[in-house]
Nanobody, 124 residues
Framework: QVQLVESGGGLVQPGGSLRLSCAAS????????IAWFRQAPGKEREGVSC????????FYADSVKGRFTISRDIAKNTVYLQMNRLKPEDTAVYYC?????????????????WGQGTQVTVSS
């Protein structure tokens, strides 16, 4: 049974950092793309970043490029999202999602397994 569990969210001041984790079980990351999405109150869910575990390819939304870094630890079956220089507009529930394959994408409908989400709040 495919399961994704996010952790690492919390409250942080503008300019601060957080590292989110997405622990996968029921499958190995080797031939999956893992993505991070986020949804702010009153807004649609948007793609943030993704990584192809096999190729190591990554992709970032323009809004986070240069501030966020996605990585994976195959041995721990975990994907991370390092978020630096956080802004109030980064406030959202962050979800990780998985799809089989090797092509990076942030199309929400391409992903069929989702975690429950972790809240990130950026506020002074």
């Amino acid at each position: 049974q495919v399961q994704l569990v996010e952790s690492g969210g919390g409250l942080v001041q503008p300019g601060g950092s957080l590292r989110l984790s997405c622990a996968a079980s029921g499958f190995t990351l080797d031939y999956y793309v893992i993505a991070w999405f986020r949804q702010a109150p009153g807004k649609e869910r948007e793609g943030v970043s993704c990584i192809s575990s096999r190729r190591g390819s990554t992709f970032y939304a323009d809004s986070v490029k240069g501030r966020f870094t996605i990585s994976r630890d195959i041995a721990k079956n975990t994907v991370y999202l390092q978020m630096n220089r956080l802004k109030p507009e980064d406030t959202a529930v962050y979800y990780c999602a998985a799809r089989e394959g090797a092509t990076v994408t942030l199309h929400e409908l391409d992903f069929d397994s989702w975690g429950q989400g972790t809240q990130v709040t950026v506020s002074s």
